[in-house]
């Protein structure tokens, strides 16, 4: 298993009242985000655990590309990852962002 | 030891246990001088559809016409792994052994497992995991999985897994590694007489709540599972 | 009544999607009441396998299990739903001792029923000796929560089936559901092959598994009370209307249940394959059942009308 971190600093605070959400599960080629709102606004921080070992560069290309489009201020994300592919990985983000951005607990 | 060393050692004062086909039944008379049910598989028996009913046949009569402790002696295969029993509905078979154990022993007929030789897997669980007490005989090889299926499942080597068993008892066979997982509540003295043991167990029977996931964490077996029990049972009582 | 729209919402979401393929966060959103769901230990909580680090594994944050409390058609009920997609849906220790903690917390109330949505291949490997005894806890604490007067009603259709230690767990149930990619057994077709050899069992023979451990099987069998079609509404109604069936539990069931099972064996005990006993049962054409429809199947099944009711 490899541990990466990634930080950001966001344009805007994710929308929503949802305190976390969960999407994905962890299974060959597939990965489980947790997100929670969890940071100030202008923070974003990505957490991963994967069985993969040696894509980094990648992660940090995915991970980058995500945070410019959704602006996920204040959203702590933590995967668990089965070795997903990069399209499966940015799937996932961004339903866990769609997930978290509606209102509820 | 063997079967009919550990009657004799257990039940000096006589029994009518018999062994058919692998499976063991009859009653014996104890020390202090009540009588005992006692079943079990013997000869590394698998335990199929045919056992199971005729176990919980022994058990479910004595409940109607006998009285006193139950004693489930296990030196089994696996499950009888075969199109017939699992056409027939094996897990409904085994579940029913496990029911009728479970049952007696909350109603008045404590039971005890003396696992004396190798179990495994759907047999275990029907046998002696589903008694209030579970001894174990030094010599008992039970195995819920065996290495080789593992090594074949994991993609680890035979040498690879052996290293791991010896930082954790979770996952690896023996008796001692499910003594620390509170499974196997106590090992006896197989130089000593076992009926004085059996009379001290049935003189001191902890209460029929189960706790062996209490065990299990004092022994340092399972770090996790009574807190989480626990926890998620009072945040249950909670939400009512 | 934002609730009761929400619910049509969630109806017709439930009647469009397969409970086979569904998740099982999916499974629980789309079965019970609209919003209803608590869950216990969320995944939030991090409380994952202290094992699997051993095995160089990732680990899921709710360990594969998914237990809280929710409402069905407004009544209180106790869930669990195993996803059968990490580990195979196996138990491990921490994802017994949620399911442990629920039946006990079921047992203490007495009136709450338990559904357990199940989708395991049994002990997780890993942590073998971890999930066995997890399953003896929750076998014990299902009869001591039925006997305390809770019914426990086992829901199976995911890809994962109830093999194993899940299969016993299921025969300790109150009632159970089963749709027909359901499989219930304790062997599974590649362990039999393993240990006794492909003429003993041919698991890549896809048909015989279905026909051997499938749902219609396991329903023509009497296993199983209710054939539901695989949708999540359809597994949603099975387990109101066995709630609704089931009755207190006491020693008169287990003799009901054995001479159940030692009449099977009786009648079908020198059947070579399924077909032979669904001939036994009297069903014309037998061969032709593993491609009836969910309706065709569902009457066919009650006209024989073998249940497990009050025996089991």
Redesign the interface.
């Known amino acids: 298993?490899e541990d990466l971190n990634f930080q950001h600093q966001v344009r805007a605070r994710a929308s929503g009242t949802r305190?976390?959400a969960?999407v994905g599960?962890?299974?060959s080629g597939?990965l489980?985000v947790?997100v929670?709102r969890a940071l100030p606004d202008a923070q974003c921080v990505v957490d991963i655990?994967?069985?993969a070992m040696g894509f980094g560069e990648i992660w940090s290309a995915v991970i980058g590309d995500f945070v410019e489009r959704y602006s996920p201020g204040g959203l702590k994300f933590?995967i668990?990852?089965?070795g997903a592919r990069p399209d499966t990985v940015s799937l996932r983000l961004a339903q866990a962002v769609r997930l978290i951005a509606e209102d509820?607990q | 030891m063997t079967l009919d060393e550990i009657l004799v050692s257990l039940f000096p004062d006589g029994h009518e246990v018999r062994k058919d086909d692998g499976v063991v039944a009859g009653t014996a008379t104890l020390r202090s001088g009540g009588r005992m049910l006692v079943i079990g598989v013997a000869d590394r028996t698998a335990l199929g559809?045919?056992e199971a009913?005729r176990l919980?046949?022994h058990v479910?009569e004595s409940?109607d016409r006998g009285s006193g402790p139950i004693l489930v002696l296990v030196d089994s295969d696996s499950?009888r792994?075969?199109?017939?029993?699992?056409?027939?509905?094996?897990?409904?078979?085994?579940?029913?052994l496990?029911?009728?154990l479970?049952?007696a022993d909350?109603?008045g007929r404590p039971t005890i497992g003396l696992l004396y030789g190798h179990s495994a897997?759907?047999a275990?669980?029907?046998t002696g995991?589903?008694t209030r007490v579970l001894v174990g005989l030094p010599g008992a090889e039970p195995a819920?999985?065996d290495l080789p299926?593992?090594a074949?499942?994991?993609k680890?080597s035979m040498e690879a897994l052996e290293e791991?068993a010896k930082?954790?008892?979770?996952?690896?066979p023996g008796l001692s590694?499910?003594e620390q997982?509170?499974?196997v509540h106590m090992i006896w003295n197989d130089a000593a007489p076992l009926a004085s043991q059996l009379e001290a167990l049935l003189a001191d029977m902890p209460a029929a709540h189960?706790r062996?996931?209490a065990l299990?964490k004092q022994r340092g077996?399972?770090?996790?599972?009574?807190d989480?029990?626990?926890?998620?049972?009072?945040?249950?009582?909670q939400?009512? | 009544m934002t609730a009761s729209l929400d619910d049509v919402a969630r109806a017709q979401r439930a009647r469009r999607t397969s409970f086979n393929e569904a998740?099982a966060?999916t499974r629980l959103e789309l079965m019970l009441d609209a919003?209803s769901l608590?869950e216990?230990?969320?995944?939030?909580q991090?409380?994952v396998s202290?094992?699997l680090?051993?095995?160089?594994?990732?680990?899921?944050?709710?360990d594969g299990i998914v237990?809280g409390?929710a409402r069905l058609e407004g009544s209180?009920v106790?869930v669990a739903a195993q996803?059968g997609?990490?580990m195979g849906g196996a138990f491990g220790?921490?994802h017994?001792?949620?399911l442990?903690?629920?039946l006990?917390?079921?047992r203490?109330?007495g009136s709450?029923p338990v559904l357990i949505l199940f989708d395991t291949g049994g002990?997780r490997?890993?942590?073998?000796?971890?999930?066995?005894?997890?399953?003896?806890?929750i076998?014990?604490?299902v009869?001591?929560a039925r006997?305390a007067g809770a019914k426990v009603i086992g829901l199976i259709g995911g890809r994962s089936g109830c093999y194993?230690?899940g299969?016993?767990?299921?025969?300790?149930c109150s009632a159970l559901a089963v749709s027909e990619p359901g499989r219930?057994?304790?062997?599974g077709p590649e362990?039999?092959e393993?240990?006794?050899g492909v003429e003993?069992?041919d698991s890549r023979d896809r048909a015989l598994v279905w026909r051997?451990?499938g749902g219609k099987?396991?329903r023509l069998?009497g296993?199983a009370d209710v054939f539901a079609d695989d949708t999540v509404q359809d597994f949603r109604e099975a387990a109101l209307e066995l709630i609704g069936l089931v009755g207190a539990f006491g020693?008169d069931r287990?003799?009901a249940?054995?001479e159940r099972?030692?009449g099977?064996?009786r009648r079908?005990?020198t059947?070579?394959?399924?077909v032979d006993?669904w001939t036994a049962e009297g069903v014309a054409d037998a061969e032709t059942v593993p491609d009836l429809p969910a309706d065709r199947f569902i009457a066919l099944a009650d006209r024989i009308g073998r249940t497990s009711r009050d025996a089991?």
Do not use: W, Y
Request: net charge neutral; hydrophobic share 45%; charged share 25%.
């Open positions: 298993m305190r976390s969960v599960v962890v299974a597939n489980e947790l929670e655990r994967t069985a933590s668990n990852d089965g509820g | 559809v045919n009913i919980s046949e479910l409940i499950q792994m075969s199109k017939r029993d699992e056409l027939l509905g094996l897990n409904e078979f085994l579940a029913h496990a029911k009728v479970i049952h909350m109603n897997a759907g275990l669980l029907a995991l589903a819920v999985m299926s593992m074949r499942v994991t680890l791991k930082s954790t008892p979770v996952f690896a590694n499910l997982m509170g499974a189960d062996r996931d299990g077996g399972r770090p996790k599972a009574a989480i029990s626990e926890r998620v049972r009072d945040l249950a009582l939400v009512r | 998740s966060r919003g608590v216990f230990i969320g995944p939030e991090r409380e202290p094992h680090r051993i095995f160089d594994l990732p680990e899921q944050f709710d237990v409390h209180p106790f996803e997609r990490f220790e921490v017994g001792a949620k442990t903690g629920l006990r917390a079921a203490e109330i709450i002990v490997l890993q942590e073998a000796n971890a999930g066995e005894l997890a399953i003896a806890e076998m014990r604490a009869m001591e006997t194993g230690g299969g016993l767990i299921a025969g300790c219930i057994a304790v062997s362990v039999i393993t240990n006794r003993e069992f051997t451990m099987h396991r069998l296993a020693p287990l003799k249940e054995h099972l030692a099977r064996l079908f005990g059947c070579k394959d399924a006993i089991r």
